[in-house]
């Protein structure tokens, strides 16, 4: 079944992910308390993981662990990593999770750098992004601020969102949903097949993570109030394409407003101008 499929890929990703972090903390043999405390706070501050109940999480350590014991070699670990991780946010995200661990006392060891450029390498990690993880960890920050989800994929997102509310895609909404990403200004760098993954990872998370927690991806991705207001005029668009909004369009409408902070009379206008 889908939700069965979509639900194993979750877990695949997750240990995929802990054993990333892992890796790097075994680098150099020695296993630092601080290390273990990064391995588990990036874990908890990642939406990749939320609602992982701490049992299952202790669990899924322990199988990542006894998974990485009984590895051939380094190359068979790295293999089924990349098949684990096929997309390159993740193979970025299980890089930067690496990363945070091994830099968790400020300094990397030599073993530890060396193991991040065999991972760098494995993956497909770019110089440029390398750069750009390392320093958001040298100044404290969030994996979040140089993994976040692109803009488009948000707006993207949101649409599916809107289309998806009464089970169905309908013709308008769908012709609506491909006129935006040909015409809409804030699609003008996004190619068709960008355009389409974006569209196939935003009908993915919702159909693995749930609403809920999608619409805080969203909150927390689109966080200006210009970026909220451009969302939901897309919204308003899917969801008034064929003419008169669902009953579960209407209230998905009514909950992203909640969830973007939008004041009544702006909704009003959006609704109008659409």
């Known amino acids: 079944m889908p939700g069965e499929h979509a639900l194993k890929a979750r877990q695949e990703r997750n240990a995929a992910l802990i054993e990333s972090m892992l890796l790097a903390a075994i680098a150099d043999g020695n296993v630092s308390d601080i290390e273990l405390q990064t391995l588990l706070r990036r874990i908890l501050e990642r939406p990749e993981f939320e609602g992982t109940r701490p049992e299952e999480l202790n669990a899924m350590v322990e199988r990542s662990v006894e998974r990485l014991s009984q590895a051939k070699n380094l190359d068979a670990i790295l293999k089924s990593l990349r098949e684990r991780l096929p997309d390159h946010k993740n193979r970025m995200l299980a890089f930067g999770l690496a990363a945070a661990v091994a830099f968790a006392d400020q300094r990397a060891t030599r073993d530890e750098l060396g193991l991040l450029k065999t991972i760098q390498a494995a993956l497909g990690i770019s110089e440029d992004e390398v750069a750009q993880i390392i320093d958001v960890l040298e100044q404290g920050g969030s994996l979040s601020e140089a993994l976040g989800d692109p803009l488009e994929r948000l707006y993207a997102e949101v649409m599916v969102l809107v289309s998806a509310a009464d089970g169905q895609l309908k013709e308008a909404e769908a012709r609506a949903l491909v006129e935006s990403f ?93």
Do not use: N
């Open 182 to 274: 040909a015409a809409d200004p804030l699609f003008q760098d996004v190619s068709a097949e960008r355009a389409q993954t974006f569209v196939s990872e935003a009908v993915e998370a919702l159909a693995s993570e749930g609403l809920p927690r999608r619409l805080q991806v969203l909150a927390r991705g689109l966080s200006t109030h210009k970026q909220r207001l451009a969302a939901f005029r897309l919204a308003v668009k899917i969801a008034q394409a064929s003419g008169k909004p669902s009953a579960g369009e209407l209230h998905l409408l009514e909950v992203l407003q909640a969830t973007f902070g939008l004041a009544d009379d702006e909704v009003a206008r959006l609704r109008h101008q659409a």
